[in-house]
């Protein structure tokens, strides 16, 4: 017997105990018995009540589990599951069905079993079983998969072609056959999600249409979008791509516009590999040290399943990866580096395992992105329409329109530096020229106490090798300003002796302010020849990640 058994027994015996001595010690014969007719009355409604419970119960249809109070039975409070027979010894069968696609078979009593769902109850249920019949080995269908890597890849070429193909020479069709291991896609990758929103130009870099790296592999999936819905859509045959998979397209654009906000970087244990996804536990906590467990994620993979080269006697094992958003799902992007900073004990085994058990009862899986959770995939996706890029150029064309007026010394300042310029005879900016990168060595307080601020002068054939370092420190965050940026560059010209072709500073409030301040002092001058001033976008947790190790 439950406790919830024994303290409603207790309750209703001192409740008949309080209404024999107090209540009806102040009625008459006559009262009495009119509450005695009453008491059947409700004592013959509650009993058919109860039948008709009953009654609902064997149907076999969807019911809630309520009111349990063992440890293991909190567990699954609120948790839907389907009655899988009659009643025996005073307890009805239910079959629960977890997201990981295992089945959990319990036995409760009618008191603990509701079967009156609300519509936002089945709602959801419909959507979890959507999710587990999705597929039944842990990927993504075969059209999504397909389509996804190609994505993916077309965002890490372009990626490439922004870096000037220093990282793998040869043109898209060959980039396409690279395994997804090597170097040249590994480092790719790192910058997709810090170039994803960025205008080439704006960065310092020159490529055709200067369209950043999201709209122009969205606008590559729309030209080909007939060709793409007959080969990946009929392929996926996906109730939510519309028939025939005419709005598979539609779908993915729709899922890349949340990928740069809502994807999920990090390490995680890969713990088991169930029907419906791989289970991974994310770590956190500590650099070294005791390890902490955080959110428990449950992952599709593409092509093959997370995890799926892994022993299971060597499971959980620690990984390096990224879950992008997909659907009403969580689908890893391809790229895995294992990490065996981590002994794998036996007690932080069992916690693993212990954690994994009950994110699953208690359902606190999560498996699809934060859009996803807000309904996003309810409705079809909306028609292709680039008003908000339109939107966003006026803005951006409207703000280039307000010149920056700058103080007297940011002024003065600008002025050495034209002058310097002048005197060595610069005549814009060619190819081979040096580069000049401005960036902080790290973009938050806690990574960066100290506010310290790198000065990279580089040549093309050398982007990685820093032909000559410099540091300053800024004041206060989030960062440096253009009173400490202006004689730091100053400082830096006359040690190196020429004029970079590309000043690439990381702080994007100051692009435009530096940009009219030397105009102005050029003007003084008459010095009409331009110093380039670009945005150097800061990195991606990828990046960070790629270059630490």
């Given at each position: 017997m439950e406790c919830s058994d024994v303290t409603a027994a207790t309750a209703f015996e001192d409740l008949g105990e309080n209404v024999s001595h107090n209540v009806l010690s102040h009625f008459h014969l006559a009262e009495l018995d009119s509450i005695r007719q009453v008491s059947k009355f409700m004592e013959s409604a509650c009993n058919t009540r109860k039948e008709f419970i009953h009654g609902k119960l064997n149907e076999r249809k969807s019911v809630e589990i309520?009111?349990?109070?063992?440890?293991?039975?909190?567990?699954?409070?609120?948790?839907?599951?389907?009655?899988?027979?009659?009643?025996?010894?005073?307890?009805?069968?239910?079959?629960?069905?977890h997201l990981t696609g295992e089945i959990e078979r319990v036995s409760l009593k009618a008191q603990n079993i509701n079967p009156f769902l609300k519509p936002e109850q089945e709602a959801k249920e419909k959507s979890r079983l959507d999710f587990i019949n999705y597929s039944s080995d842990a990927k993504v269908r075969e059209g999504h998969?397909?389509?996804?890597?190609?994505?993916?890849m077309t965002l890490r070429y372009a990626v490439n072609v922004m870096n000037g193909?220093?990282?793998f020479e040869g043109g898209w069709e060959s980039f396409m056959r690279l395994p997804r291991s090597h170097q040249g896609v590994m480092m790719s990758n790192t910058q997709v999600f810090s170039l994803y929103r960025v205008k080439p130009s704006s960065a310092g870099y020159k490529v055709t249409g200067d369209q950043p790296i999201l709209d122009s592999t969205v606008q590559s999936l729309i030209d080909f979008e007939d060709n793409?819905?007959?080969?990946?859509?009929?392929?996926?045959a996906y109730e939510k791509d519309g028939s025939g998979g005419k709005l598979i397209i539609r779908n993915f654009v729709r899922a890349m516009e949340s990928w740069d906000t809502e994807r999920i970087f990090g390490e995680f244990w890969i713990a088991r590999i169930c029907k419906s996804g791989t289970v991974v536990v994310q770590k956190k906590g500590p650099e070294f040290g005791e390890p902490?467990?955080?959110?428990?994620?449950?992952v599709k993979g593409i092509g093959s399943q997370v995890g799926e080269q892994v022993p299971k006697s060597q499971m959980p094992i620690l990984t390096r990866t990224t879950f992008l958003p997909l659907y009403d799902m969580l689908v890893y992007d391809g790229l895995m580096i294992m990490d065996n900073r981590f002994p794998m004990t036996p007690a932080l085994k069992e916690r693993i395992h212990k954690h994994v058990e009950k994110a699953i009862r208690e359902e606190t899986l999560i498996y699809c992105g934060e859009s996803a959770r807000k309904g996003l995939w309810n409705e079809d996706p909306p028609e292709h329409d680039t008003s908000d890029s339109r939107k966003a150029k006026e803005e951006e064309d409207e703000e280039e329109a307000i010149p920056y007026e700058p103080t007297s010394s940011q002024l003065r300042l600008a002025e050495k530096i034209m002058k310097f310029a002048k005197d060595k005879k610069y005549q814009g900016r060619k190819e081979g020229q040096a580069v000049l990168v401005v960036r902080k060595i790290d973009f938050s307080k806690e990574e960066n106490p100290n506010n310290i601020v790198g000065m990279n002068w580089l040549y093309p054939n050398q982007s990685f090798n820093g032909y000559d370092m410099d540091y300053f420190f800024f004041k206060k965050w989030p960062g440096y300003t253009l009173d400490e940026l202006l004689p730091e560059l100053l400082k830096k010209l006359k040690k190196m002796n020429e004029i970079p072709g590309l000043f690439w500073i990381c702080e994007k409030s100051l692009v435009k302010p530096l940009k009219d301040t030397l105009k102005a002092a050029g003007g003084k001058l008459a010095y009409n020849e331009t110093l380039h001033v670009e945005w150097y976008p800061p990195p991606s947790a990828e990046e960070e990640a790629y270059h630490s190790m």
């Open positions: 309520m009111g349990l109070t063992s440890e293991r039975g909190k567990q699954i409070n609120g948790r839907l599951a389907v009655v899988t027979g009659p009643i025996n010894n005073g307890r009805y069968p239910l079959k629960i069905q998969g397909r389509l996804l890597d190609q994505v993916l193909c220093t990282f793409a819905i007959n080969y990946f859509g009929k392929m996926a902490e467990l955080g959110n428990v994620f449950l």
